[in-house]
């Protein structure tokens, strides 16, 4: 029998991260109701999703019996009830978007199909969570809440409908084509609406009761576009429309749907008023989405992190395995027990797969944890301006103007007083969720979905097949729909486009980059000091493009100009994943010690994942590298062999001259600077060297980032061989 | 009119089979490797006991089910957060090893004075429940014991089924070989029974009784005493885990009879 693990080996990876880990890590080791859920979905998702897959039924785009058969495993599990309150038959107090994101993470680790289904539902209610009457929250989240023991009721299902115009699927929201018109508005009575509405690819659709629809007055009599709540028992037409043919998440019901149904004045989520005989929504539909959609699509980001993850332990389990069914191999050879693992290649990859994970999954419980901060101010804040007397419109404009301000006054530690004012604080915290969700929703499906690839790669012709292991190929294409769908990456960038450039997320962002600096100093292999480099360049970048002009003299950060704003978002996300990464991991490894059960593997784990950070780290400064060098010299025209641009070039003329009265300036000069010869021939070449006046701070940021780097490949060395070693279970625990 | 229970379970926890399990020796002797680090699992004979004894407190009015668990503090809690979701129960926390190396004698011994110490227990109307086996070590004796250290004679093992008749009595089908099973009757508590698999499926986890159950389980832990279990004179020859042996033959057309007389003779060649 060996001896137990050496001093040395305590500083290896022992083991994979568990649930003890996770909890510190993503900051919920404090609450046993969100570890409850946890083990509740991951339930489901190991045991009815995972079978389910297993057995085929991804094969079919239609709502089966057998995929029906979840929805009440979701009911049972607590999965529906999560977005509820205790008094609307959930068991979660307070804000749930940490919880939302938890439970997306374990379905999405088996199929993100049903992490989408179970997800759908919220949706569909979000509108009246956020902007609903009292009267419409209670009615329906009450009804959707799953039955409590000796209750004789089905749960209420939502479907969330917003696609226009139709054909396409997907949605421009400033284009609404669903209309809304008043067929009868008795005196003193409530107003009958007419709602005409398509729907495409629209989620729940195969089962919803109600739908939660986005349509446009078409009567003089209705101000503007609204929100408004469908139920099938309305009068008229409630047609679930014909299944979507999709190639993924196949787990979830879509359809394209046709309404056209009588509905009273009293659907309008949020309200209305009566002005001149107008109906006035109290909320039009893009401030009822905007509130939606800035939470939701946080955990489908999350989705697609807990896929990387998830490939990790299929991935060893089958490079270790490789060779064992060859006669030639035997227990105890290298190839046997390491199998493909002998190579560096592989290991090195599968160090980038899970390294992206990581980065992805804190950067998205980041945000959700964030929103979960929010939430709760946002209301008080809300109150606060309300008893301020600031109403909506200009005297809205004026009053952000000076809260901004003072949030800035704040942050330059001109007026601390303000540490306590609401509406202050939520401005900062604001400023930050803004850029949060976009970058996890565009970074994680994104640059997710491009390593998600690279994990199925990593299984050979295995992982294209419905056998794989962990069922990488089905995650593999469903991450492009996550990519899509809830805004696609175009939506993202614009947003992060104009919401990165605000002052008070600046502000805090140069404050970040100080914070790395201080955490590089206390645990130099994180990889910090380059993240901060990174993030200085990005700002440099940043400033420089607000201020320059290309080379035909139009202006480089314009919204329509994408291929700057958007290259920009892209690289900004890079540094938020890679933050929070290291965030995470410093928690872990001030907070693990306190948990005895992390005691034996923490030094290894912390170290190991220490490294992933500093691979991750130098991923993101190597992009930023990339993208802000291009951007800064790539709009500048090249100059080329003509008199103008010639103008610095030295003559073989005149370089003879001079060669008399300082001898070997001729040689010198050909080797540092452009030559035309007295034939008028040059060097071949695009043209004379590009110059860099006004650019030199920018040369010597990137020269000293790439010093930076300094290290990074030795911990992907690390990481790498501990991958080698790492215990993994002897069989996937999926499906149940 | 039934009479209801007080139904003490005694369960802990074992490491998740899946995972890889390789004995190493360690400072305090024998041990599984990582096993702090291992993800675990309610031992599956003890998570039988504890369906069985809320299935049977919910037809007995006015019943109470405690579970009785040894184990690091840390382990027991995140088994909790499963086990607290499946059926109403009161956890009675002891802050020590779950480990399958260790005494079953000294064990019981914490065992017993954590079920005598309950303080609302009504020792007349005792039943005591727990694995005839374990995941992690399969002694057979511990629950014996335990029993024993608290005065109850009536015991029942390998028990796949209780039922109360209408005079209060109890029926017992305890494994046999064959598979066939032993009928026992118990006129009344207190009785202590080992059960093996009985006959409910696994419950779904329900959050709702989760967030009732952890009202009281999170305190139980933070209240944990530690608890040494006593290992002197205890000494280990030799550990290894079970082989796995595979000899395959295949023989067309063999009558049963063949089929019976080769395997009686393999197995006494056992």
Redo the contacts between chains.
Sequence with gaps: MPVAASEKQKDDLQALPGDEVRQVMWRFAGRYDLQMLVQSAREVARGPVARLVAQGARADHGWTPAKNELLKAYDESGITGVFMDPEQGGFIEGPKNLALALVAFELAWVDAGAATGSLAGCLALAPIHERGTAEQQQTYLSRCAPAQPGEARLPWRGAFCLTEPIPYVGVDTGQLGGKVRIVDWPEGGEPVLQVEKRGRFITNMGFANFVTAAVESDDPRIKGTLMVILEEGDPGTFDRGTPTRKLVHQLSSTCDPVFNLRVPASRIIGGYDVRDGVIVPHYNHSEVIEAVFRRTRVTVGIMTSAKLLSAVEPVIRYQRSRFRGGAATGPGSPRYDLGLQMKEDVVHRLVDVWATGEASASLGFEAARLFDRLDPMERLRDRVLAERGVGGGMAALRARKQINKDALAFLCGERPELADDVVVQTALLDSIANVLCPACKLWNTGVGSRMMREAVSLMGGYGITEDCPGFLGYKWMDSQLEATYEGPEAVQRRQLGVTMTDDLFLMQFRGWIRELRRVANDHPGTGACALATAMQMWMWTLEHLRESKDADGAALYHSSRQGVTFALADALCWLLASRAQIQDVLELARMGPENPALADGLPGLVSFLTDLCHVQSAHAAGEVGRICAELVFGYNRHPRWGEQDCAACYSATELEAWESLIPGIDGAARGLTDVVENDGSHQQKAGPCARYEGLEPFQRMRTRMDGCLTGSRLAKDRAADALTTVMIPEAADYPR | MSQPFHIVVCGSIVP?P???L??????AG??L??E????AVLDPWAAHALFEAAHLAAKHAGSKVWLVSLG????LQ?VM??V??KVPFELVALDGPASGFCDSLATAQVLADAVAGIPALNRDRLLLFGGWESASRGAGSTMQIVAERLGISEQFQGVDQLTVREDGSMEILERVEGGRHLVSVCSAPPAAFGWATGHLPEP?????V??TN?KTI?PALQRAKASAVAADGLRFA???VPKLQRQTRVVKDMPPEEIARELVAWIREK
């Design positions: 998740d899946l995972q890889m390789e004995p190493v020796t360690g400072a024998p041990a490797k990582n702090m680090m291992l993800p690091p503090k840390a382990k995140q957060l499963t607290a979701q779904r986890n329900n959050p709702q989760g967030m952890m999170m030799a550990v290894n």
